[in-house]
């Protein structure tokens, strides 16, 4: 287990101000913690040589267990039995401007948490008096604004969290500047509208923005597959946030049936569901797809190219096993490079296995609807870019009612499409 007494701070060295740290915020939910294992990709260092052990001018920040560290980044020492997209992310990133720009990647994230109330920074527990606030770790800590055990102060804690990493630095003398903040999260608000997910994030972006001082900060989204609401309300945010800046990322990997009362979640798999077999015929197959039932869904013509171990366990935990957890990792990185990094530039070999290039998820054209062919996901703005069409929903009580809303509008979708 890893405490503060066995490991301490390792702090980047030879940083200077013309070639400063370049950090990276990355939040959110159980995809954003990873649940992908160590110990396999340990075991497959031959295929994955870079990403095992302390890598070379890339640094992670967060709570290693109890105790807040900056540490080079390496698999399984800030949480033993788990690692999240950072592995693959920051060596991308390093590695795209020739390993001469630092990076450093700030976690914070934690399994399960919405958007509606978790992260809302104008929630009251994750409020606080910013004409008082000094600007200081200390003073959320000693204002009672934060407390890392508390699930309904995520903002706040995320906050702290940031400031104990620039305090950390400050103190060091090292420079620094903010690159970009990825925003890993969705499933747990999957029966909001479009609308309100699309506000919720529109609100959280450019408060963080304001409270780091960044108002420009660039931003990578993700986590709204397969969900056509979530993916309605992410682009919606970022075609209306102050400044822009975001870019949302998602490669088609599942369409949902639209008629389906099926709502996925990372331990349902919905049967109905379209699977982009090209995407396995591409990188492989997951391991559960070897033996009944699962072979059972390959289509006949499949090419089977081997494995590749996208998830912890097929379907009853569909989170990303340490292969398709690191593919994520360099697809965010790959993201942001080609989007914002004028100091990176990505090799054609990089973006050669990047599914956002080969496998994009597009809008399904119009009078169209998803299919074996045709993976795609549902624009549910269906009333312009700024018109809520789902319904307001009451607190606590909405989730029956956004169903059969949702339901609704897709039998009607349906219908539209038989008789187009």
Not at 359 to 383: A, K, M, S, Y
Not at 402 to 413: D, E, G, H, L, S
Request: hydrophobic share 35%; net charge negative.
């Amino acid at each position: 287990m890893n405490t503060e007494a066995t490991l301490e701070m390792d702090l980047p060295q030879n940083v200077t101000d013309s070639n400063p740290l370049r950090i990276f915020l990355q939040a959110g939910q159980s995809e954003c913690v990873g649940q992908a294992d160590p110990s396999l990709l340990q075991a497959d260092n031959t295929s994955y040589p870079d990403l095992v052990g302390p890598q070379d001018g890339v640094w992670l920040a967060g709570f290693y267990e109890t105790a807040f560290l900056i540490r080079p980044m390496n698999v399984g020492e800030m949480t033993e039995d788990k690692f999240g997209p950072e592995i693959s992310m920051g060596r991308r990133i390093a590695d795209a401007s020739d390993n001469a720009s630092p990076i450093l990647i700030v976690k914070y994230c934690w399994g399960g948490s919405n958007l509606r109330n978790q992260w809302n920074p104008e929630k009251s527990n994750n409020s606080w008096n910013r004409d008082e606030d000094d600007g200081s770790s200390e003073w959320l800590l000693q204002s009672n604004t934060v407390d890392l055990q508390d699930k309904t102060r995520l903002y706040a804690n995320l906050i702290y969290t940031i400031r104990l990493t620039t305090e950390t630095l400050e103190e060091a003398s090292i420079p620094y500047e903010f690159s970009a903040f990825v925003w890993i999260q969705g499933s747990a608000d999957k029966l909001r509208t479009w609308y309100e997910y699309g506000i919720d994030t529109i609100r959280f972006f450019e408060t963080l923005r304001l409270d780091i001082d960044e108002p420009d900060l660039p931003i990578i989204d993700s986590g709204s597959s397969p969900h056509n609401n979530l993916k309605s309300g992410k682009v919606y945010a970022a075609e209306n946030i102050n400044n822009g800046n975001v870019y949302e990322t998602s490669f088609a990997m599942v369409s949902l049936d639209p008629l389906s009362s099926c709502i996925p979640s990372p331990s349902i798999f919905c049967n109905d569901s379209f699977l982009n077999y090209d995407v396995f015929e591409h990188y492989g197959i997951d391991p559960a797809f070897n033996e009944p039932p699962y072979s059972d869904m390959l289509p006949e013509n499949f090419t089977d190219v081997g494995e590749f171990y996208w998830f912890k366990n097929f379907p009853s935990d569909q989170h990303s096993e340490y292969e398709g957890m690191i593919l994520n990792g360099r697809m965010y990185a790959n993201a942001f490079v080609r989007e914002f990094a004028n100091w990176a530039t990505l090799t054609p070999e990089m973006e050669a296995d990047d599914p956002l290039i080969l496998f994009p998820w597009e809008v399904c054209p119009e009078g169209e609807l998803p299919n074996d062919d045709n993976i795609c996901w549902i624009d549910e703005r269906t009333e312009g870019p700024n018109f809520p069409t789902s319904p307001p929903s009451g607190e606590g009580i909405d989730s029956i009612f956004v169903i059969i809303w949702r339901q609704i509008k897709k039998f009607i979708a349906r219908l539209l499409g038989i008789f187009a």
